[in-house]
């Protein structure tokens, strides 16, 4: 029989596992990101450690062992920040898990970094610098180090303050930056740095537009039909059919570099074969899917799921395609002139560097992935399968066409401008609307100026923000990387 006393006894015990069940949650939630940062060191260490062993007794052996460090810290920020762009829309969508967008970019971008990634990389990013104007050996291996140390730390910045920047821009100013402080500004390929300034417009508003105007061909053709289900019947095959010559032609001419080189006729004609076939076996797929589904639009999302996951798997291969290159391109160059005492325009990259660039970024994605893919995904405009197919698509036709124009691109800008772009269009087109239908409201049922300017479907405050991030990327990663020359070449001379 129970007493007062017990009843005392069990109220004081259930209390006190209350608050011991509020100390573990706390203690989980403060030692999660500890633990990441944890993992994140053991991996620096590890690949600093494997290169140390792989390269034996040489006179530059700890320039190489800290060369690795480096590269791998890189590797690790990219995953965290540049693959957000691939994943993000599916995520946002709904079309995937957080926990599925993580595993399919860790399988697909070490794939493609590993199976498809350069075995040649131009050491001094496309141009940037000349090495001959630089000199030694040694000046040029810690301009090489300068440009890693310095691109990690601001992408690594960008990640904390919630801005997908571009990488590759990244390196370039790093690049530059220690260039001109180890030979001057004469050393600087000042047109190809004019190029990549005009990416920073030229991406986005590609980008922007290109996935606007598929938004817009999905609202009339499909959304705005009565007949919903037969309009997504005849259409939802025919974008996929372009979704796959988009990729098709995307990956045989960034993807398969290592494996065949391509010129950009024969990938348009691929991608026209591939795209015919996925049209002719998607057409009665997507008939038997649509089967029972009722005429509205929250349907429509379905027939549009399966087609976004595999854009976002197939951005992420061509992505650790290229952009393996960006941790492990300087890296390469600090290990030919350390072994080789020269400096080569071109290396070939060595196999355990392109497994720590793959690895590096399978790690960073999953380690600190999920910030940015909910910034991108989620916080900028809402998205469903309908818009992110539309953003993965503008980014696939993107890089083609800059390709074919012979303007360098950044995928971060073609991506997250798609999605402004989606966004953006969404505004012009509920704003037309409702001034569509405000005619024919008596004065008194009108929507204010004042509330239409709070219904904004893109957030200013994100869009300020991740374009100023990307303005000051080049400049910002220059400063730190001349800094950070004169700081190893101090340490060192």
């Known amino acids: ?48 450690g494997i290169a140390g062993l792989l390269t034996g007794e040489q006179p530059n052996t700890m320039i190489i062992i800290a060369a690795a460090g480096f590269g791998a810290y890189m590797a690790i920020n990219i995953g965290a920040n540049d693959v957000a762009n691939n994943m993000g829309p599916a995520v946002g969508a709904n079309a995937l898990t957080m926990g599925g967008a993580i595993a399919i970019a860790a399988i697909f971008e070490s794939a493609g970094a590993l199976l498809a990634g350069g075995d040649v990389v131009s050491t001094i990013s496309k141009g940037i610098i000349d090495p001959s104007g630089i000199g030694q ?35 370039v100013g790093g690049v530059m930056g220690a260039g001109i402080a180890a030979a001057g500004f004469a050393a600087v390929n000042w047109p190809t740095m004019g190029k990549i300034a005009a990416s920073w417009v030229i991406s986005p508003v590609l980008g922007g ?44 001419l960034k993807g398969l570099k290592r494996i065949i080189k391509i010129d950009i006729q024969t990938a348009l004609l691929i991608g026209l074969g591939t795209g015919v076939l996925f ?17 509205r639009n929250k349907s429509l999302k ?62 960073g994605l ?12 989620e916080k900028i405009t809402k998205l469903n399968p309908m818009r992110a197919y539309c953003v993965a698509l503008s980014a696939a036709i993107t890089v083609i066409v800059a390709s074919w124009l012979g303007l360098p691109v950044s995928s971060t800008h073609i991506a997250v401008g798609g999605i402004f772009g989606v966004g953006f269009f969404r505004e012009w087109d509920a704003e037309r609307r409702l001034r569509k239908s405000a005619d024919k409201r008596p004065a008194e049922a009108r929507i204010a100026p004042e509330e239409r300017r709070r219904r904004k479907l893109v957030r200013r405050s994100h869009f300020m923000t991740i374009v100023a991030a990307w303005v000051i ?8 990387s001349a800094v950070i020359f004169f700081i190893l070449n101090g340490i060192t001379g």
């Open 473 to 480: 990327t080049v400049p910002a990663a220059a400063s730190m």
């Open 1 to 48: 029989m129970s007493t007062p006393h017990d009843g005392k006894h069990w109220s004081t015990l259930d209390r006190d596992l209350h608050r011991i069940s509020h100390l573990e949650s706390a203690t989980l939630y403060v030692a999660r990101p500890m633990v990441g940062l944890g993992i994140a060191l053991a991996f620096i260490v590890l690949a600093a």
């Open 366 to 377: 999953f380690l600190f992935g999920p910030k940015l893919i909910r910034m991108v995904g």
């Open 279 to 295: 049209y002719a076996v998607s057409k009665p797929f997507i008939r038997k899917q649509s089967e029972g589904l009722e005429n």
């Open 302 to 363: 379905v027939l549009f799921g399966i087609p976004l996951v595999f854009s976002a798997a197939l951005l992420s291969f061509a992505h650790g395609a290229n952009d393996v290159a960006n941790a492990v391109g300087p890296l390469a160059a600090i290990v030919h002139a350390a072994e080789f005492g020269d400096i080569a325009a071109k290396v070939a990259i060595p196999t355990w560097v392109m497994i720590i660039g793959a690895f590096g970024i399978s790690f």
């Open 137 to 171: 050996a040694e000046i040029f291996v810690w301009a090489m180090m300068a440009a890693l140390i310095s691109s990690a730390l601001w992408v690594n910045i960008a990640t904390w303050v919630g801005a997908p920047v571009s990488t590759t821009h990244s390196v």
């Open 209 to 252: 537009v290109i996935a606007a105007c598929f938004l817009a061909f999905i609202k009339s053709r499909i959304i705005y039909q009565d007949d919903k289900i037969a309009a997504a019947r005849r259409w939802v095959p025919v974008l996929i059919g372009i979704m796959a010559a988009a990729f098709a032609s995307y990956l045989a």
